[in-house]
């Protein structure tokens, strides 16, 4: 049983800041890496961030670099994602990724999702 419980999600307005956090729980990943996606209506997931084992290695899609950051916790058991000046395109729901296979960016290398977070930036 593996499972990833995604929190932090709600409403904010554009400029402000919301912190996800993504808590597992299960049997342990073969890979510690973890990521997180979002997915609009109607749209494909899409990469958002992705953090190695260690922490020292984190990557992020172009549309939120320099806005967005990814750490992990004190164990490897909670990732966080700090999302800081939110634009209304952001507007999505967030979900947290683990058990990488393949390369960090395509959503069909995570093997476990979690249910996702709402959120809604408004302008």
């Known amino acids: 049983q593996v499972q990833l419980v995604e929190s932090g999600g709600g409403l904010v307005q554009a400029g402000g800041s919301l912190r996800l956090s993504c808590e597992t729980s299960g049997r342990t990943f073969s890979s510690t890496a973890m990521g997180w996606f979002r997915q609009a209506p109607g749209k494909e997931r899409e990469f958002v961030a992705a953090i190695s084992w260690s922490g020292a290695n984190a990557y992020y899609a172009d549309s939120v670099k320099g806005r967005f950051t990814i750490s992990r916790g004190n164990t490897k058991n909670t990732v966080y994602l700090q999302m800081n000046t939110l634009k209304p395109e952001d507007t999505a729901v967030y979900y947290c990724?683990?058990?990488?296979?393949?390369?960090?960016?395509?959503?069909?290398?995570?093997?476990?999702w979690g249910q996702g977070t709402q959120v809604t930036v408004s302008s």
């Open positions: 990724a683990g058990e990488s296979v393949g390369p960090y960016y395509s959503s069909t290398s995570w093997q476990y």
